[in-house]
């Protein structure tokens, strides 16, 4: 993580991390998330200096990923069992495939955008902050159903995408006692 202020005012963060899982394919443990951001304390400029009823005002955007490996163990990886069988007047056991591998099983990973606004009025007794983002899940980690010719029913993997996007809005107000 670097965090550098420049003249007070200006706020830059630059995050990298890179994670492994043991759950994934042999090629795909490891990823790496990246993250931005930059604010204005707009409120620090002197073109602002003879505004008393203000004492922020700061201008954010951002951007970031995280990744998901919320599945179990040895999943992207083949798996046979056991079962007991009759043949011929003996029981005997045999071993089958009952999971099929799947060896491009990845992180799910969620990045968001973020454009927002700090405001403080009349010595911070109200306070607004106002957001707008969006954000996206990619590469769902899914058991989905898969044609029973296969010889299976159903796959650990990487299906779909959700967005999600919209405005937070929040206030705080302090009554003054007179």
């Given at each position: 993580r670097l965090n550098y202020r420049l003249m007070n005012k200006y706020l830059f963060t630059l995050t990298a991390r890179r994670d492994g899982?043991?759950?994934?394919?042999?090629?795909?443990?490891?990823?790496?998330f990246p993250s931005a951001a930059f604010a204005w304390i707009v409120s620090e400029e002197d073109f602002l200096?003879?505004?008393?009823?203000?004492?922020?005002?700061?201008?954010?955007?951002?951007?970031?990923?995280?990744g998901n490996q919320a599945i179990s163990p040895y999943?992207?990886?083949s798996?046979?069992?056991?079962?007991?069988?009759?043949?011929?007047?003996?029981?005997?056991?045999?071993?089958?495939?009952?999971r099929i591998a799947n060896t491009d099983l990845k992180w799910e990973t969620t990045s968001q955008y973020n454009v927002g606004v700090d405001m403080g009025f009349f010595k911070n007794r109200v306070n607004l902050t106002v957001d707008l983002y969006y954000k996206k899940t990619s590469d769902l980690l899914q058991n989905i159903q898969i044609p029973q010719s296969t010889g299976f029913s159903n796959m650990t993997t990487n299906f779909g995408n959700v967005?999600?996007?919209g405005l937070e809005i929040s206030g705080k107000f302090y009554a003054v006692a007179t």
């Open positions: 899982s043991s759950v994934f394919a042999a090629n795909q443990k490891y990823a790496t200096d003879n505004a008393a009823f203000l004492d922020l005002l700061k201008l954010r955007v951002s951007y970031g990923a995280v999943q992207s990886l798996l046979a069992t056991t079962s007991r069988y009759v043949f011929g007047e003996e029981s005997a056991l045999g071993i089958y495939p009952s967005t999600n996007k």
